[in-house]
């Protein structure tokens, strides 16, 4: 099949489905979500009562307006470039630092989640992380996360002294080492092929944290909408305990994206060598610079 020539990110349809909970622990819900096309972000808040939900939601304003809500319905708008994401999130850092310093004892927020942008003349995912909320991409029904957390256990799994299937039981599980609005917390940043068929799922650590990566492709592959799925998942994380708050969002790609790049049809192999870095994004290396702190939440 030959490659999609001069594609925009104005040509995508998109099915979305998204559901933030407080859980059955904490007395408030300290995420905040945007999903407004061509915009997919979660925050996850911290630094208890109301100041991690004002960190969180400080961060999503930034971007709505300038970024989000310039698709209509379910296809997405054009003119989103990747030098307006990377603005956005140098803002929502500010807005962040700003809450923490009205506060006594401080705020902070993770983001993660992907926009949606052309580049190259093709449309394209740009993805954000900062902190240990997640991006997943479900494709032929392979699950693959895109994201990397930015936490101790994340750090210690790569040295190669923690395993992965003992992050559970970690003491120190949810310490994390970047986060919105303090310092030496750079973003990190992708470029992928938006692909017909194709599934993400963007999610705060209230819904990884609770169940597996096996669960969590579980319930993305029933076959739901977008809004079922996204219900069904909160609904699992609150059933297996809900200790933290929960918030999903889950988007399909259901035209518009491309099938082919120069002439090789994009399978799971092939997009995962063009997951890249490029100087567009301004791409940052994780590296052991941040200190590891607690969670304030």
Request: glycine content about 12%; aromatic content about 2%; hydrophobic content about 40%.
């Amino acid at each position: 099949m030959a490659a999609v020539e001069h594609a925009t990110s104005a040509q995508v349809s998109l099915q979305v489905g998204s559901r933030t909970d407080v859980g059955r622990k904490r007395e408030h819900n300290e995420d905040s979500l945007l999903a407004d096309s061509p915009v997919f972000i979660v925050a996850d808040g911290m630094g208890g009562l109301e100041a991690g939900q004002r960190a969180s939601a400080a961060v999503v304003a930034e971007f709505q307006g300038g970024v989000a809500g310039s698709g209509t319905g379910t296809s997405t708008g054009a003119g989103i470039g990747a030098d307006d994401v990377v603005a956005a999130v140098e803002r929502a850092h500010a807005a962040a630092r700003a809450v923490s310093e009205s506060t006594a004892r401080g705020a902070g927020s993770t983001l993660t989640g992907v926009v949606l942008i052309d580049h190259d003349d093709a449309p394209h995912w740009l993805i954000i992380n900062v902190g240990d909320s997640r991006v997943y991409r479900l494709h032929r029904g392979e699950l693959t996360q895109l994201t990397v957390d930015h936490s101790l256990a994340q750090e210690l799994i790569d040295e190669g002294t923690l395993l992965k299937a003992d992050v559970a039981t970690f003491s120190r599980k949810n310490v994390i080492t970047r986060a919105m609005g303090s310092d030496q917390s750079p973003p990190d940043y992708w470029l992928r092929p938006v692909v017909t068929g194709e599934r993400l799922l963007v999610c705060s650590d209230g819904l990884s944290g609770e169940l597996s990566d096996e669960s969590i492709k579980a319930g993305l592959t029933l076959g739901g909408t977008t809004q079922q799925t996204a219900d069904l998942l909160v609904a699992r994380a609150l059933e297996h305990g809900g200790r933290d708050n929960i918030s999903v969002i889950v988007i399909d790609v259901t035209a518009g994206g491309v099938t082919s790049w120069n002439g090789v049809a994009i399978d799971d192999d092939a997009a995962n060598v063009m997951d890249t870095c490029t100087d567009d994004t301004r791409p940052l290396q994780r590296r052991a610079h941040a200190k590891a702190g607690p969670r304030a939440d």
